[in-house]
């Protein structure tokens, strides 16, 4: 578990009370995915907060697509248009993580502001109804928008990680990551017995013909390397997510390929 001392301030928000991060703390799961940002986050942290202990053991299996909507009528065009503008996400997730990521070669920190408005569904509302500029939203969310005739400014996929304790070892891990390897092949060659999935969730605001699956891209597990560690932690540290003083050897373990 990563050892980490030191005055730099992140706000602790409420990430370990999550879902996922309840049910693994309690015991009831050893592995769990996230976006590859959040995982960072819970690894270099959970020590902190003298929680279950975890470690990256993988990039993971499936990639979000994540865009930046704002109102059909609005009067921002482009990224760097939203300039001290409120884009909404969900504090310390993957809409927020990204939104960092796809902004950042166009504003600079200070000028990059988010805010909370709630689920997906509540943010597209929010810039429909004029509450907020811009929402970071993904599929179906995104072919919602664009049924609504929000306009996109610029979207992109979000990686995945996976975190796992000490009590999961190796052969079991890669059998886990081989078989969403399997899973990853047959949805790569047809998703559409999956889609209903993604209908589901929108609560008939979305019609199967009307979900665009061009959107959805996966690839199988693979090592969390030592580069991907050091670009990625150095990136979540300067945007005060996560403490500095964290290494690749007490963060991650590749054990499924060892």
Not at 53 to 67: D, N, P, W, Y
Not at 116 to 139: F, I, P
Request: net charge neutral; glycine share 6%; hydrophobic share 40%.
């Amino acid at each position: 578990m990563a050892q980490v001392t030191t005055s730099h301030f992140v706000k602790f928000d409420s990430v370990f009370d999550r879902p996922l991060d309840s049910v693994y703390n309690e015991g009831g799961i050893d592995q769990y995915r996230m976006c590859e940002w959040g995982i960072m986050k819970r690894a270099v942290e959970a020590n902190t907060q003298g929680l279950r202990g975890r470690k990256i053991v993988a990039l993971g299996a499936s990639m979000s697509k994540f865009a930046i909507v704002v109102a059909g009528n609005s009067k921002y065009y482009e990224p760097e248009m939203l300039k001290n503008q409120p884009i909404a996400v969900t504090p310390n997730n993957g809409s927020d993580f990204t939104t960092l990521k796809m902004m950042e070669g166009f504003l600079a920190q200070e000028h990059l502001k988010r805010t909370n408005a709630g689920s997906m569904l509540k943010r597209l509302e929010a810039v429909r109804d004029g509450k907020v500029a811009a929402a970071s939203v993904m599929e179906p969310w995104i072919s919602v928008a664009q049924k609504w005739g929000l306009r996109i400014l610029i979207e992109s996929h979000s990686t995945r990680s996976e975190a796992a304790g000490d009590d999961l070892d190796g052969p079991t891990l890669k059998k886990m990551f081989r078989a969403q390897a399997r899973a990853v092949e047959l949805i790569e060659k047809d998703p559409t017995p999956f889609i209903h999935y993604f209908i589901r969730e929108t609560g008939g605001l979305l019609k199967p013909e009307e979900f665009q699956t061009w959107r959805l891209l996966h690839a199988a597990p693979q090592p969390y390397t030592h580069e991907r560690w050091e670009d990625t932690y150095n990136w979540t540290v300067k945007w005060n997510m996560t403490v500095p003083g964290a290494t690749y050897e007490n963060t991650v373990d590749n054990r499924a390929w060892q």
